[in-house]
């Protein structure tokens, strides 16, 4: 009955697991109700394309994106390690220039070594252009002349200002040789206005708002960047990059009048390793998805694609991002439920070991506990043992009562080897004692026997 009733419980359980799995593997990789987007500025690009993607993400998938304003990458580098956003702008090589460079009021001042381990890769979403804008009637005519000027170079923890650092020590011109200013893009425009600010640092798309409302109006020009190919080899963040002539004004004055050389960094789309797979999966595909990419002015993705996206990380790909990239090598089952339930797993493996071996001690136990089966097979034989030391064969009456008792013994073992099975027989060695038991047993009664027949002849003998 037990027996039966096992059986009937493992084929319940082999029916259920396939269920137990699959509700399991859902509730490891379910999608979170709610994601955060750290995107700086409003004025500014990371801005204009967090909306876009949030709206597509909602569009998608039912959850919940928030955009939060922040002061630039170096603080959305900080909301990603802390688990306070989930997606985040970054400027290659703006962490370590900023917190290295230590500049201006209210940059970090101190700093442990950079780790990148929790932060993954996504995409390169475009360049960021290198811009120094000035006034159109500035006595500043090349960038040589910004000494002693009022320049714009970015607020702290911005990758404006991470670009403007080593450009300023490209020039060869130290902060306390120029009146740097911690400007926002609003502040910009504002003191560019009010004819407060000399020049600006800017590092951006070129589709940015900012160089829109600037440049459009043609009160503006575009300072050109000497010497590009060495601070390209000394600074790694940057490469090349020409602006089109005309790709702000053609109207009343053609900015840039020629195509400007100037360098330019990557705009990354970064995330940490502990996001679901599934939902970075989805946001790649999203951000590579020809329609977003025109949607949001992204021309160099829109145009190369993939190539583009993967470009300058500078940080591990992040395995949902992978599943986009490399589709082939798309595990069977979602690497976040594999980590996830492999303690749980082990666990398992070691309650069911930890069980079985219980379970085989406490057998053993009852067995031992218990009397053998042989227990009075061996009761028996040795009362015949007992039995047959009454005889010692010398007598004539021995004879048929040692016949008898070896009769016995033989009945005895054939009704206990029916008892056992093959196998049963090989493992106990309970089973070898009993037979050799009977063995010599019947060897000493048949040497009585043997005894007494030599008794009986020799009698036969002298009789005739």
Known sequence: ?????????VVVLLISLPVILHQTYRWMTALPDRITIAA??????????AEQLKARLQEQLPIEVEILQTEGSLENMKLLRSGKADL????????????????????PRQAGPVETDEICFIANLFSQAVHVIVPLDSEVRNVNDLKGKRVAIGQPGSGDLAAS??????????LDEIKP????????????????????????????????????????????????????????????????????????????????????????????ESVSDDL????????????????????????????????????????????????????????????????????????????YLLFHWFRKRREKSKEHRLDSYIRQLVEI??????FDGNKPQDGPALIAL?????????????????????????????????????????????????DRLGEKIKDD
């Open 385 to 390: 043992e007992n039995q047959q030391m009454k």
């Open 181 to 272: 200013a911690y400007l926002s893009y609003l502040e910009i425009e504002e003191e560019f206005g009010e004819n407060k600010l000399d020049a600006a640092i800017v590092t951006v798309g070129v589709e940015a708002p900012l160089l829109q409302k600037l440049l459009q109006t043609s009160q503006y020009r575009l300072l050109e960047i000497p010497y590009i190919g060495a601070l390209t080899r000394r600074e790694t963040q940057f490469y090349p990059y020409e602006i089109p002539a005309g790709m702000y004004s053609r109207k009343q004055s053609v900015i840039p009048e020629r195509n400007l050389p100037t360098v330019a960094c990557g705009a990354l789309l970064l995330t940490r």
């Open 165 to 174: 650092l080593p450009l300023l020590e490209h020039l060869q011109l130290a």
């Open 280 to 355: 970075i999966t989805e946001v790649t595909t999203q951000v590579l998805h020809q329609n977003f990419s025109r949607q949001v002015h992204l021309n160099e993705l829109s145009a190369k694609g993939q190539t583009f996206a993967r470009e300058n990380q500078g940080f591990p790909m992040h395995d949902g991002a992978d599943h986009v990239y490399n589709p082939e090598l798309k595990p069977f089952m979602n690497s976040e439920f594999v980590e996830a339930t492999e303690g749980m797993r082990s666990f398992i493996v070691s309650i069911l070991i930890a069980g």
């Open 88 to 107: 985040g702008f970054y400027q290659p090589g703006a962490e370590y220039v900023l917190i290295e460079r230590k500049p201006g009021p209210a940059a």
């Open 40 to 49: 700086g500025h409003p004025e500014g690009r990371y801005y204009g394309v």
């Open 406 to 454: 070896l009769d016995d013994v033989t009945s005895l073992r054939q009704h206990t080897l029916k008892q056992f099975s093959a196998h049963e027989l090989n493992e106990d060695r309970a089973t070898d004692v009993f037979l050799e038991m009977c063995h010599a047993l019947s060897d000493k009664i048949n040497a009585k026997l043997l005894g007494w027949k030599i």
């Open 1 to 9: 009955m037990r027996r039966t009733i096992l059986k009937i419980l």
